[in-house]
């Protein structure tokens, strides 16, 4: 399969916990990353194998992979989180790179 | 300091041609799988093409395959995506990305370029 599926849209209050999830069949397989969008601006990598956190990146971001899902957990959410993700991969035979649908978080 | 500037977006008439580069700087370039990813106005992340580090090995997306072509020149660190038969649904920023992958195959986005706007219209 070639599609990562996310919910268009989250929406908490700040200070509260955002979990963003992505189902695929190719994550039990392939590594997710996951990609923050601002208005206007190019994404950034948040999370890479599944885990991961680049430097830079604030420690209340973080991933977890269980099956064919990965959640993005973005704990202690802030008004500048407020923002367009989107779980990337890799198709089995590393062919094609797939991205989700995207979720908008909005922070209340 | 990794860094990807693109150039060569612009207005382009439907079935017109445009050549987009990219200008990579800040690691060993001719050692990555570089790809080209697109965005339409309000729309989401649509992987393009890839390309090996050697070029030797490239992948298109099924809605650009026999109208676009991917390349790469290592000695000058830039990649090149040629966009012929060109549609209205090509409007879009397009993102040169670098790969986490040195070998043939793509894996995972790690940098992304500012894009350039590729419009597409009469």
């Known amino acids: 399969s070639h599609e990562l599926t996310q919910p268009p849209s989250v929406s908490v209050s700040p200070g509260q916990t955002a979990r963003i999830t992505c189902s695929g069949d190719?994550?039990?397989?392939?590594?997710a990353y996951w990609h923050q969008q601002k208005p206007g601006q190019a994404p950034v990598v948040v999370i890479y194998?599944?885990?991961e956190r680049p430097s830079g990146i604030p420690a209340r971001f973080s991933g977890s992979s269980s099956g064919t899902t990965v959640t993005l957990t973005i704990s202690g959410v802030r008004a500048e989180d407020e923002a367009d993700y989107y779980c990337?991969?890799?198709?089995?035979?590393?062919?094609?790179?797939?991205f989700g649908g995207g979720t908008k978080l909005t922070v209340l | 300091e990794v860094q990807l500037l693109e150039s060569g977006g612009g207005l382009a008439q439907p079935g017109g041609s445009l050549r987009l580069s990219c200008a990579a700087s800040?690691?060993?370039?001719?050692?990555?799988?570089m790809s080209w990813v697109r965005q339409a106005p309000g729309k989401g992340l649509e992987w393009v093409s890839g390309?090996?580090?050697?070029?030797?090995?490239?992948h298109l997306a099924d809605s650009v395959k026999g109208r676009f072509t991917i390349s790469r020149d290592n000695s000058k660190n830039t990649l090149y995506l040629q966009m012929n038969s060109l549609r209205a649904e090509d409007t879009a920023v397009y993102y040169c990305?670098?790969?986490?992958?040195?070998?043939?195959?793509?894996?995972?986005?790690?940098?992304w370029g500012q894009g350039t706007l590729v419009t597409v219209s009469s």
């Open positions: 390309i090996s580090g050697s070029g030797g090995s490239t």
């Open positions: 190719a994550l039990s397989n392939q590594y």
């Open positions: 990337q991969s890799a198709d089995n035979s590393r062919t094609y790179v797939l």
């Open positions: 990305a670098k790969d986490s992958s040195s070998g043939s195959t793509v894996e995972a986005i790690e940098f």
């Open positions: 800040g690691f060993t370039f001719s050692s990555y799988v």
């Open positions: 194998k599944d885990t």
